[in-house]
């Protein structure tokens, strides 16, 4: 295990898709413990588990109801324990998901607080309407309607930027966050050696005023005391060890915030998510729109993330995929003919970045967007949510449908292909059907072959997620964007203590031609996902439909 992120890989575990042990169709702890062979031949070096606490899963454990027991759908404490001693004894270390920004409404402090108590009540943010039937502000929850619920009995509204049982922590409260830090350091003395904090860039709210141009996001993101906030978290909580890896999942963030959370010396975070790469198939912020992606865009923007993070010496997390993500190779790549060579052309883009990649489970085995023709095969709250406003916005349910399957969240959420057995070894053949659908494919997509082809994807990660190991300017380097106005083609140059690497892609399923490329003299090649060279000549490099290249000196 490398303990220095920058050489470091995340594999991330969604366990209710991971692997069901018995047999009740929900992926369990035990299940990971399971695989943990599997994912160290991988070779990263910690694992992300999403949440998996006592829960009502309405958000799919994103509802915490309790932090300091798990779900007995999941497992045990015993459960817990052997699997931070099993990663350890593998040179994993185990991270998870700290969701402070809300809890759920079974949680004790909420329920206590609905009892009327002062004390709990000042835990979130209880505020009258503005008039009969007027909740306190216009702001919109992120899973559709009005942020604010009303209860009848104080004749006040709570705030829920999520789901109505997700209501919204008030980090203002001193209690609430010593609270935080007491459940921190208690995952950190059984052995945790990483936290990604959900949405935490939402914790500091700013005024309670409506928004005339937008949803309301401008008045909680990146709010007024975010930064203390986070320092004081550091400080009494993971600062006192080096060593444990902390990611923001930063909402609808600025950079200029970034340089602030994920600095090297600013005892906040040591590194960020931010989604503005993965919003380049929205219409702006609007998600549930059909738009084809924008390569420029997408382009522009990590290259202007890579460069400005590096002049400030902060730290990303670079990754294509995760539990709220629509399959990659599906979103950017091609299901079909270029399957395998788009899914490690993109792994080739992500992997030889500056920052700490993130591989999210079956995303190392090309695994693909769901096949669901029908919303009752949906899980998600987001997406049934907003089947019904796109509906109400007047569309016909045939287009809504059109418009979740491309972009719901439970697309990353099918069953982890294992092998070509019943229900994709996800759980045995008798037992209680998936808590979601299979995917089709998995008799071509499952891990198993993938293990037996030295060519597959599976080899594939396997490879980048060494090498950023083995050179140093994977790890370390500088980067500058190469091709920008290049309509195809994704290209970069690292440096670092006179060594070069060129990574260069195309983009696209037609081969293309790249002018004016680098000089490649003295370089040798270290991976790409065709066996035949296409170097280029004369400085022109042509490159194959979907062609990756890294090349070093
Ligand atoms: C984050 C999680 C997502 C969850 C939301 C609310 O975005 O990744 O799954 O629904 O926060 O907790
Ligand atoms: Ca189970």
């Known amino acids: 295990m490398s303990t220095d992120f920058r050489k470091s890989t995340v594999y991330q575990i969604y366990p209710k898709s991971f692997c069901d042990t018995n047999n009740d169709g929900l992926g369990d ?34 509802d915490v109801e309790d932090y300091y027991n798990i779900d007995p759908r999941y497992g045990t404490m015993a459960d817990v324990e052997e699997l931070i001693a099993e990663g350890k004894k593998r040179g994993i270390g185990l991270m998870f998901d700290m969701v402070f920004n809300h809890v759920s409404t079974r949680h004790e402090w909420f329920r206590k607080a609905m009892d009327g108590d002062p004390y709990y009540k000042d835990f979130f943010f209880f505020r009258k309407g503005k008039g009969k039937d007027v909740p306190p502000t216009n702001w919109e929850s992120k899973f559709g309607g009005n942020a604010w619920e009303y209860v009848e009995k104080f004749d006040e509204y709570y705030l829920h930027l999520f789901d109505v049982t997700q209501a919204d922590l008030n980090w203002d409260n001193e209690n609430v966050r010593k609270e935080i830090q007491k459940i921190v350091r208690f995952w950190m003395d059984k052995g945790v050696r990483g936290f990604r904090f959900d949405v935490v860039n939402l914790i500091s709210k700013a005024a309670f005023e409506d928004d005339e141009t937008g949803d309301g996001r401008k008045y909680y993101t990146d709010g007024p005391n975010i930064h203390k906030y986070l320092k004081e978290l550091h400080d009494m909580t993971f600062g006192t060890d080096a060593e444990i890896l902390t990611v923001g999942e930063m909402s609808s963030t600025s950079i200029e915030n970034c340089y602030q959370y994920a600095g090297a010396d600013t005892g906040e975070l040591s590194m960020v998510f931010s989604f503005h790469h993965l919003k380049v198939d929205f219409m702006g912020n609007e998600k549930w729109v059909l738009v084809p992606a924008d390569f420029g865009k997408l382009k522009k923007i990590i290259f202007e993330w890579q460069t400005k993070m590096a002049e400030h010496n902060a730290w990303n997390a670079v990754f294509w995929c995760n539990h709220d993500q629509p399959r990659v190779v599906s979103r950017f790549g091609d299901e079909g003919k270029y399957w395998k060579e788009s899914a490690k052309m993109l792994a080739t883009i992500i ?69 070509d057995s019943a ?27 993938q293990l037996e082809d030295p060519d597959s994807i599976f080899h594939y990660y396997q490879k980048l997620i060494a090498l950023r190991k083995e050179v140093d300017v994977i790890a370390f380097g500088d980067i500058e964007p190469l091709a920008e106005s290049h309509p195809s083609v994704f290209a970069y140059r690292r440096t670092y203590e006179g060594h070069e690497l060129i990574v260069a892609a195309n983009f696209y399923g037609r081969e293309c031609c790249w002018k004016d490329a680098p000089d490649m003299s003295g370089f040798e090649k270290l991976t790409g996902n065709y066996h035949e060279e296409t170097a280029p000549k004369n400085g022109e490099w042509t490159l194959k439909p979907y062609e990756a290249q890294v090349w070093y000196k």
């Open 29 to 62: 702890l035990r299940g990971v413990i399971e695989k943990l062979d599997y994912i160290k031949e991988l070779g990263v070096d910690y694992i992300w588990l999403t949440p998996f606490f006592v829960s009502p899963q309405n958000d799919n454990g994103y």
């Open 351 to 419: 992997h030889c970045l500056r920052g700490t990649p993130y591989v999210y489970q079956g995303e190392e085995i090309g695994m693909t967007n769901t096949d669901f023709t029908e919303i009752s095969r949906f899980k998600d709250v987001e997406s049934l949510n907003h089947y019904q406003i796109l509906q109400d916005k007047g569309l016909s349910a045939s287009d809504a449908l059109r418009i979740v399957q491309v972009h719901s969240r439970d697309n990353g959420r099918t069953p982890m292909q294992w092998n």
């Open 423 to 449: 229900y994709a070894g996800f759980t045995s053949a008798d037992s209680e059907e998936p808590w979601i659908g299979v995917n089709s494919n998995y008799t071509k997509i499952n891990a198993a072959s």
